[in-house]
């Protein structure tokens, strides 16, 4: 089964505190899905229009467990929590 994968890159952080809440809870609902923080604020060479702001990556087992974590509860509160306060490209794949 190929496994499943978050990315994000933060375009624009327009409010920290409304990130440091999504933060706060985002960290637990990403763990109670099953997903695995892999890179965070790690070093980042952008290529071809690429931005070199805040890259998160966080690993599934599955994609469909990565679509389910996003989907749940925990994780909708906490991009409540975060609303307008980050411009990001956020995006849901699957693994070879």
């Not at 290529?47 to 909708?76: C, M, P, T």
Request: aromatic share 8%; glycine share 8%.
């Amino acid at each position: 089964m190929a496994k499943g994968y978050w990315v994000s890159v933060y375009r624009a952080i327009s409010d920290p505190e409304k990130l440091a809440a999504y933060n706060k809870l985002a960290a637990p609902a990403v763990a109670a899905g099953g997903g695995r923080l892999l890179s965070r604020d790690g070093r980042v060479v952008a290529h071809e229009k690429g931005v070199s702001e805040r890259v998160i990556l966080i690993e599934f087992d599955s994609f469909e467990q990565a679509v389910a974590a996003h989907a749940s509860e925990a994780y909708q509160q906490a991009l409540l929590a975060m609303s307008d306060g980050v411009e990001r490209d956020f995006r849901i794949i699957e693994g070879l």
